[in-house]
């Protein structure tokens, strides 16, 4: 069965804090997502990457950096946690074609 | 203009009605379609594929309409199960996905 791990489920952070949501797929997936999900919004695209080493931008880069020092870990970071950070954030991975596959996301709370 | 749109719903239905759900994609040059459900507080999670030719899997059933850049999900039999939400996705190469923000269902004994 594929599976998408985020490491934590529920996080409650200060502002000002540097906050790290670490993500790790099974699949030998190239292709891994970075998505943030607020009511009404949807989900919108923070970062992605094809491949180890790589990244690109997406929708909402600002205030976020990523990591992929390997094919199966993807990292988002928040470098300085801030209210309007606080969210549910959903890490995906898909192998080019085809469907996504998610983790079960991690609900992130800025004090 | 954003690029997947739905109707937001909510949609209440009672048990055993058939709902149907529909989203608008605005580039033509879109490859894969997809529904995922969501419930409450969960990841989306694959419903089905929509294809060109139309799939059904059980009581679902996707269209997929290019000329009119359309896709729509009819659930018939509507179970209490069903309440979810659901998301209409669209992919470009495979490594760009849009997504629509999703229908409220809420299926009512």
């Known amino acids: 069965d594929v599976k998408v791990t985020q490491s934590s489920r529920y996080l409650v952070k200060r502002t000002g804090e540097k906050v790290f949501l670490e993500c790790v797929q099974d699949?030998?997936?190239?292709?891994m997502f970075w998505y943030r999900q607020d009511p009404g919004l949807g989900l919108r695209l923070i970062y992605f990457?094809?491949?180890?080493?790589?990244?690109e931008k997406g929708d909402i880069p600002e205030g976020y950096s990523v990591s992929r020092e390997k094919k199966e870990r993807f990292s988002l970071i928040l470098e300085s946690a801030s209210t309007n950070q606080t969210s549910m954030y959903l890490c995906?991975?898909?192998?080019?074609?085809?469907?996504?596959?998610f983790g079960e996301g991690s609900r992130l709370t800025v004090l | 203009r954003k690029e997947v749109e739905q109707d937001p719903g909510p949609f209440n239905v009672p048990e055993g009605a058939t709902v149907a759900f529909n989203c608008t994609y605005s580039?033509?040059?879109?490859?894969?379609f997809f529904w995922y459900r969501q419930d409450c507080r969960k990841e989306p999670k694959l419903l089905m594929s929509?294809?060109?030719s139309g799939n059904e899997d059980g009581r679902f059933t996707a269209q997929l309409n290019r000329a009119s850049q359309y896709i729509s999900l009819l659930i018939r039999d509507s179970k209490l199960s069903d309440s979810a939400t659901y998301l209409c996705?669209?992919?470009?190469?495979?490594?760009?996905?849009?997504f629509g923000t999703g229908t409220s269902l809420t299926v009512i004994p």
């Open positions: 990457s094809y491949d180890v080493k790589m990244k």
């Open positions: 996705v669209v992919s470009d190469t495979g490594n760009q996905f849009y």
């Open positions: 995906a991975s898909n192998g080019g074609t085809g469907e996504l596959f």
């Open positions: 699949m030998d997936h190239e292709n």
């Open positions: 580039n033509s040059a879109s490859q894969s």
């Open positions: 929509v294809y060109s």
